[in-house]
């Protein structure tokens, strides 16, 4: 819990730091070290992350937990629901990594074979557990052991102290240019040797270029950009797995509370949500079926004849997806009433409408800023 803390600490310092200038906040940072792209890169997408004290120590160790946590990020399934107890014995549901280790499980990065088994989450994770972990999250071609040791031995001077249980995986490694070496030993694997943090940044960059190519079996059913029918925002445009909602995007929402413009008082709560799923014109999902919407009455006025037509906005601040996500968004949705050019007109001269939302009746809200969701699993990760 206490690197738990840190960590998050050590982002906070990070995100305040990038406004700032390049990289201020790695006081022991230069462009000339080997690994500086990768932990630029890495860093900016919060998979790795500083200290308070505002350096990033590209020399000391990562934990197998940490290496976990990283290792998720870095394939973009941080917020992937996954559903299968690990049997570790050494840690369990309250461990502040237990989700992506469970998660590093599920997809086949590492495994759980024993029930006595132990995962040591504290120990340093060795070169050849982050190395391995990088190849299981591919699909790739299969090679022998001797073929592994064929490749290596042209360019390690330590291949036959290679672990049996990590030549392949090395082998397949070095034939994807997957390995990261400090300067000083890029001619030794160093297998057993403790990974520093500038080694599991290169390894997680490249990992990462792979994995994007030819992940693993679940893996690549989880980054599969998710389709289905519903409501198309003509705007919405993706790029890559990431879909955008533009401002000013309407969505129809269903609200769970009625109100009137004749007895309803502004500051109301209210709830409410999406009963089909939110899609671009190619049918993939940006938000889906039972995303929640939850705002206020901020304004309502009494309908009068001759006076004044009834208004009745609701303003939604928060969004909550299916998968328990919880984000700031602001949606205005104005109630209005269907009228021919008659009643329009008759409306705009002797005034006095009234207007009625019954419970279950649908709004059309509008976006006042740009969303970003991921989708491959719905997640909203950007705001602006």
Known sequence: MKKFIINLIGTAIMLLGASTGAFAFFSDMTTSHWAYEQIKDLSEQSIVIGYPDGTFKPDDNVTRAEFCSMAIKALG??????????????????????????????????????????????????????????????TTEQISPQ????????????????????????????????????????????????????????????????????????????????????????NAYVQGSVGTIPKGSVVPVKVNKGFSSQSSVRGEDFTAQSDVNYTTRDKYILFYKGTGFKGSLTKAQRGQFFKKNGILELTSNIITTPNDQSVMVELVGNVTKKKGKFMTWFRKVFKGEKLILKQGDTVYFKFLQDIKTDLTNGWIYYQQ
Request: aromatic share 8%; hydrophobic share 40%; glycine share 2%.
């Open 147 to 234: 073929k592994a040791h064929d490749v290596l031995e042209k360019k390690y001077a330590d291949v036959d102290s290679i672990p049996d249980w990590f030549i392949v995986a090395a082998g397949k490694a070095e034939i994807l240019d997957m390995i990261a070496s400090i300067p000083e030993r890029r001619k030794y694997m160093d297998a057993d040797r403790p990974a520093t943090r500038a080694e599991v940044t290169a390894i997680l960059n490249n990992m990462m270029i792979q994995a994007k190519l030819n992940p693993n079996a679940k893996l690549a059913e989880a980054m599969r950009k998710k389709t289905g029918e519903g409501y198309i925002i003509d």
């Open 77 to 138: 399934q941080e917020h992937a629901n996954v559903v299968q107890p690990i049997k570790f014995t050494d840690i369990d549901e309250n461990y502040w990594a237990y989700d992506a280790i469970e998660k590093a499980v599920y997809f086949d990065l590492i495994s759980n074979d024993k029930d006595s088994e132990k995962f040591r989450p504290e120990d340093p994770v060795s070169r050849a557990e982050a190395i391995n972990i990088a190849v299981n999250s591919l």
